[in-house]
């Protein structure tokens, strides 16, 4: 249109006045042109990257902290059980598990030293023996999958995956889970793999870095009361012996309490 009204004549006086309108009009039908595409991916929401920011610092800070703290774990099984963490400054830490063994009668402590990573066995109703040590492997192994109670994980490597920042985790902000308190996360893998860093779940931290509630599959770990100061490195909980760990799951029966529980089991025939 512009190209043409340069190469006619100029229009003056009234006849230009005439000529007003219609030009207006169609200037005004010319379609304004089309904004051109984006070649940038849309940023991640500002919330999202905010609240993961947030979190591996809470993390960074956990893994810096030093304490002594006692937490509630409800997991459905029944009653709630207490276990114990130790972080000490020099980076060792042992975590106190009741029923964490032989499917819950037996108690165990995790511990890892700079000589390696330990479990303990606890007096307790399925092992009323004195508490002794096995040696698991070196300090930075993980506990074997049959030997795993999970309880310890948020307190050690988990706190690793948190700060990592290429870990396929989705985070966003969540309410603490009952009777817990601190900044609260809900935390999601994004990877498909069947290997997940971590557990999914909530994850909550008081402004120093202290584990306030964790919230997964397995229960719901609660602070129970302030965190005390740690030591300057943890103590295994018994002498290291060349024992036999003892398993998560319940031990299979022998064969002799087997043959021994059918031969005392009644046979249903009335004796005259």
């Avoid at 997964?216 to 965190?227: C, E, F, S």
């Amino acid at each position: 249109m512009h190209a043409h009204l340069r190469a006619a004549r100029r229009p003056t006086g009234v006849a230009a006045l005439a000529l007003l309108p219609a030009l207006l009009a169609a200037c005004a039908d010319d379609p304004a042109p089309a904004p051109a595409p984006s070649t940038s991916t849309d940023p991640a929401p500002a919330a999202a990257d905010a609240a993961r920011d947030e979190l591996a610092a809470l993390a960074a800070a956990a893994q810096d902290r030093s304490f002594t703290a006692r937490y509630t774990l409800a997991d459905g099984g029944g009653s709630d059980r207490s276990i114990v963490v130790t972080s000490a400054v020099d980076g060792t830490w042992r975590v106190d598990i009741p029923g964490g063994a032989l499917g819950g009668t037996a108690d165990v402590s995790l511990a890892t030293t700079a000589d390696g990573l330990y479990q303990c066995g606890l007096p307790s109703a399925g092992r009323p023996e004195p508490a002794s040590c096995v040696r698991l492997g070196d300090p930075s192994d993980a506990v074997p999958h049959l030997l795993d109670p999970r309880v310890q994980h948020p307190f050690t490597d988990w706190l690793t995956v948190l700060t990592d920042r290429r870990a396929p985790l989705a985070v966003s902000p969540a309410r603490p889970p009952q009777g817990a308190s601190g900044s609260c996360y809900a935390v999601d893998t994004t990877s498909a793999s069947l290997n997940a860093p971590l557990d999914v779940g909530i994850y909550c931290y008081a402004p120093d870095g202290t584990p306030t509630a964790v919230r997964t599959t397995g229960g719901t770990l609660v602070l129970a009361g302030p965190a005390g100061p740690g030591p300057a490195t943890v103590q295994l909980a018994g002498p290291v012996t060349d024992g036999e760990p003892l398993g998560v799951a319940a031990p299979e029966p022998s064969p002799e309490s087997s043959a021994q529980s059918s031969a005392q089991a009644p046979s249903g025939t009335a004796t005259p």
